[in-house]
């Protein structure tokens, strides 16, 4: 590794991912769920952006004033470049956590965002960025911060600690990161291979391994690979965390607001007996076996009455962002697979179906009656939808007014990488403050839209155009097309799907005009 890298893995890029849950737009509904008064968020500031896909949605999304640093320069200047194009003014740098931590010309924050990274740095940087958050954080402000559990991780632990060793005393020198992932997995499959007693009594670490298999290297390098490496136990955090005066605020991760799908009666039971929420949420953990934690603390907690928090949820703006007929009944938590209440969620689903913005009371007044279903049940069900992603909660129609341009020059400019960058899945969407997910063939059909190709016919022939100089082929049920031919006329299914549904949605969102 580089002598500037600490560490940290540097010789790959991280992936071209965007995580919600830094979205300031998102902490409003998760504090009023939890019965806190939300951020009035001004300023906020990522620390590791990675390539900045994050940040750049959520600057050119919003009226958010954006900084950040990620001290790998070719993921820094990758960063730069997408702000230049939105021209939404994020100030992102390539620093250290300790250069950029002492700048003199940074505001105060109403926001602090950290994903995955402090499980990945030294604890001499970890100071640096606890000192940072005491300095820096407003009162009222919101630290997001999302770390590996240390319950989750109690079988598969020793497992990364092995391949991390394997990696640094037995890999090929000079190899690089993904050959040394390459070789660390070829060697625990060799090791597991002799029925070593460590996957009889930790089955569990098996089974992940097995799916750590499938993963991009890129991200098994950054996640397993890093020098400093520590899966945390919730009490540890909250000791971190203490001389910055934070509190814990709640999940950030919708569903886990909603504890009938994660915890059984007596686990329920046992934790309302328990009066330290610190410890509460360190034995939450071994209850749903916590392997990586996604939450909100904040600097001095108000809490919210309860007239003013069932005002603030009723007022929240929502919205259908699936096909109906794509809606699923069906929900993941803890205890496994959860089937939605069809006579509860399928009228919702129905006056959403138009994609038309309404509030919480609206929905709620709209199925009362006729349905009976109770404002608290519209409440839940509206939060397991936005947990899943099938429906939005929205930001006012004046900051998407004047997020739209800077949101949809970003989106132009990504829609042109994805020419060669395969891996780009997001475009920048104002109704929500943030990234909305797409597939790079949407990002070829609003490219092609926008030159000035008309209907699904032009953008579905732009489209095969840069697939076939790539000498890539589409797959139709996992297996790629035999032709030319086979190949434009999937594009043109596509394409045409595109229109009738996509399209109209990323309108409304503000994404593209």
């Known amino acids: 590794m580089p002598d500037w890298s600490a560490g940290y893995v540097a010789d790959i890029g991280y992936t071209y991912g965007t995580y919600a849950e830094l979205n300031p737009h998102r902490a409003r509904l998760a504090f009023a769920l939890a019965g806190l008064t939300p951020p009035n968020v001004v300023n906020a500031c990522e620390l590791g952006f990675g390539q900045g896909m994050s940040v750049n949605m959520h600057a050119a999304a919003s009226d958010v004033a954006w900084y950040g640093t990620d001290f790998n320069p070719s993921q820094a200047g990758f960063a730069q470049e997408l702000a230049a194009a939105s021209g939404a003014g994020a100030r992102l740098y390539d620093q250290s ?5 002492a700048r003199d010309d940074l505001p105060d924050f109403d926001f602090i965002g950290l994903h995955g990274i402090f499980s990945w740095i030294s ?17 009222g402000g919101v630290l997001y911060i999302s770390y590996n559990a240390q319950a989750g991780w109690a079988a598969m632990a020793p497992l990364r600690d092995l391949m991390s060793e394997h990696a640094n005393v037995m890999g090929m020198p000079g190899s690089g990161s993904v050959a040394r992932v390459e070789q660390s997995i070829a060697f625990v499959e060799r090791l597991f291979a002799t029925n070593p007693l460590f996957t009889k009594v930790n089955p569990a670490a098996a089974a992940r391994f ?12 950054h996640e397993y690979f890093n020098r400093d490496w520590v899966p945390f136990a919730f009490s540890r955090i909250a000791k971190w965390l203490e001389p910055a005066k934070l509190s814990y605020a709640c999940s950030a991760h919708y569903l886990d607001h909603i504890d009938q799908i994660n915890l059984t009666p007596d686990q329920i ?3 309302g007996e328990i009066s330290d929420p610190v410890f509460a949420q360190t034995v939450r953990d071994f209850m749903v076996n916590q392997t990586f934690r996604r939450d909100y603390w904040v ?4 809490q919210l009455g309860t007239i003013a928090r069932e005002e603030l949820l009723a007022q929240t703006r929502v919205t259908l962002v699936t096909e109906r007929s794509k809606v699923t009944m069906k929900t993941s938590g803890s205890l496994g697979e959860v089937t939605l209440q069809p006579q509860i969620y399928d009228p919702i689903c129905d006056l959403l179906a138009d994609g038309q913005p309404r509030t919480i009371s609206e929905v709620a ?3 009362a009656k006729s ?10 069900a509206m939060t397991v939808l936005i947990g899943t992603g099938q429906v939005a909660a929205l930001q006012s129609e004046e ?12 989106n132009l400019h990504l829609a042109e990488l994805a020419k060669s960058n395969l891996e780009l899945s997001y475009v920048a969407a104002p109704a929500v403050g943030g990234a909305f997910a797409v597939d790079r063939l949407h990002l070829l059909f609003l490219l092609a839209r926008a030159q000035g190709a008309t209907g699904p016919e032009q953008w579905a022939t732009m489209a095969h155009g840069i697939l076939i100089r790539q000498g890539h082929r589409l797959l139709i049920e996992g297996k790629p097309v035999e032709s030319d031919a086979q190949q434009l006329h999937e594009l043109v299914n596509r394409a045409v799907r595109f229109r009738e549904h996509m399209l109209p949605m990323l309108i409304r969102m503000g994404a593209i005009t």
């Open 399 to 410: 900051v998407v007014a004047r997020a739209a341009p800077r949101a949809q020059r970003l």
């Open 269 to 271: 039971k046992l934790l």
């Open 371 to 380: 349905h009976k279903i109770s404002a608290p049940q519209v409440v839940q």
């Open 210 to 221: 097995d799916k750590a298999k499938d993963m991009s290297r890129a991200y098994l390098a």
């Open 97 to 101: 956590f300790a250069e950029f931590c």
């Open 299 to 302: 600097r001095g907690p108000r």
């Open 123 to 139: 604890d001499e940087n970890r100071q640096v960025i606890v000192d940072f958050i005491g300095r820096k954080l407003k009162v």
């Open 365 to 367: 007044a709209g199925v």
